[in-house]
């Protein structure tokens, strides 16, 4: 008889159940201890009148430990799934393989990287409270930003993954690949201004959203091209995923 | 055997001991809403020293008082007033001595320089830019006080001619807008969220039993 559970439900069961690997304690535990605590006392050590300046300072090096760990675990852990068979039980699962790769993405790229850049920001935001509640729409608009930029990262390390299905291989190509990304953008940012080209400056700012959205929320003058980039560029690769993973992945 | 901690749990258990850790670091390290920094410059035969402050991450008032000044000039610029100054090496006022400071608790940079110029382009600087002369209350080289209010990025610029070989000032800056919550306030916050966390994972193991 087939089974009557929304396919929604199925897809929360199949994301409870990874979370309890890909957010395991201790590491995860110690990593959001340790980004929180340093966030917050980054961000306290100066008189920060402005919540989007907050974010800014707690959230540029959270970014970066973020991506880092969805490198390690999000993209490395994918593989691990398919090469430990660990994938087969998933799929074995009365759930379409959109609904697995929904799932997938949700509890080792977006669940993830929520967390760890909202936990610091809880933290700040309470000890901060009197100069960051004049600003909470601005504090929340700066979290969207730097989520999306780590979601770019987050699906850049899943296509890897997905294609690779090797652990070592999908960890440290990972790696490569954010670190190119990230010296792209300066390499365009430095040309650009060296040779005159603006165009090769608005494609090196562009790259990071979050750096785009601050800048208009200084009240600096922003193309609208460039705060697009980032999130159409994350949507294709979004695409890519539940594409590739639906009609061409071979989860042995 | 005991069920591991829900991710809930965990969560409130861990921004708890970071609210406790940063809220305790924040009181000892953490900013500070007003700080009083003073300083001595030997001007020599040089025929004028300049002054600033510079609001990096702040806002605020800054004052300055000098003693041992024959004349005072000063202006609020938009960006590091330092910066500006080493500009006027174009009309030949160079920089000598300079002493640069920074208190990011209170998110300032401060110091002073000593001009090596002809006396007499001093006189004209009210002519090239909006500097405002002081009108001196009191006898020459007694105290004198200015008083700016700056935002973050802006900075106050004093120059002075000595009345003698040495000037003394004293700058005081206090941040205006900055607020955070007290220790007492963040531990118990801190505390609740275990606490809370704790519950749910001792409930979690009794409905389990």
New interface residues.
């Given amino acids: 008889m087939p089974s009557k559970t929304s396919p929604v439900v199925k897809v929360y069961r199949l994301v409870m159940i990874d979370s309890s690997d890909s957010l395991r304690p201790p590491g995860f535990d110690l990593m959001i201890l340790l980004i929180a605590t340093l966030g917050a006392v980054l961000a306290s050590i100066q008189p920060i009148v402005e919540a989007h300046v907050a974010v800014r300072i707690i959230l540029d090096p959270t970014l970066f430990a973020t991506a880092i760990f969805l490198a390690l675990r999000s993209s490395a852990g994918i593989t691990s799934l398919v090469q430990s068979g660990v994938i087969n039980t998933y799929m074995s699962y009365p759930l379409s393989r959109l609904g697995v790769a929904v799932g997938l993405f949700l509890s080792r790229v977006l669940i993830p990287a929520a967390s760890l850049l909202l936990v610091p920001l809880i933290v700040a935001g309470v000890i901060l409270w009197p100069t960051i509640s004049r600003g909470l729409d601005n504090y929340a608009l700066m979290y969207v930003a730097y989520l999306i930029q780590a979601l770019l990262y987050g699906s850049m390390f899943t296509v890897i993954a997905v294609v690779s299905r090797s652990p070592g291989t999908a960890s440290v190509a990972s790696i490569a690949v954010y670190f190119t990304y990230n010296v792209l953008s300066l390499i365009f940012s430095v040309l650009g201004s060296s040779m005159g080209v603006s165009l090769l400056v608005d494609i090196g700012d562009a790259m990071g959203f979050n750096y785009m959205v601050y800048r208009s929320l200084l009240g600096e003058h922003v193309l609208l091209w460039q705060l697009a980039m980032v999130p159409i560029l994350t949507t294709i690769l979004i695409a890519s995923i539940l594409t590739y993973f639906t009609r061409r992945f071979e989860p042995v | 055997m005991s069920k591991?901690?829900t991710?809930t749990s965990?969560?409130f258990i861990?921004?708890g001991?970071?609210?406790i850790?940063?809220?305790v670091?924040?009181d000892v390290?953490?900013?500070?809403?007003e700080a009083v920094k003073k300083a001595l410059i030997e001007v020599g035969d040089r025929p004028g020293v300049a002054i600033t402050v510079f609001a990096?991450?702040?806002?605020?008032r800054a004052s300055i008082t000098l003693e041992g000044a024959d004349r005072i000039y000063y202006m609020t610029l938009r960006g590091d007033p330092m910066l500006a100054l080493r500009q006027l090496s174009t009309i030949n006022i160079t920089l000598e001595n300079q002493a640069i400071k920074h208190d990011?608790?209170?998110?300032i940079a401060y110091g002073h320089a000593v001009l090596n110029t002809n006396p007499l382009l001093l006189t004209t600087l009210p002519l090239l830019a909006n500097i405002i002369p002081v009108n001196m209350s009191g006898t020459p080289g007694g105290k004198e006080t200015i008083e700016a209010r700056i935002k973050?990025g802006e900075g106050l610029l004093v120059i002075a001619t000595p009345s003698d070989t040495r000037i003394t000032y004293t700058i005081e800056y206090k941040?205006?807008?900055?607020?955070?919550?007290g220790l007492t306030t963040?531990i118990m916050?801190g505390t609740a969220l275990i606490v809370l966390g704790s519950l749910q994972a001792v409930k979690r193991e009794a409905l389990t039993r």
């Fill in positions: 591991p901690l991710l965990r969560l861990v921004v001991v970071a609210l850790l940063s809220g670091l924040a390290v953490g900013a500070k809403e990096i991450s702040s806002s605020g990011f608790r209170v998110g973050g941040v205006e807008g900055y607020k955070r919550i963040t916050i």
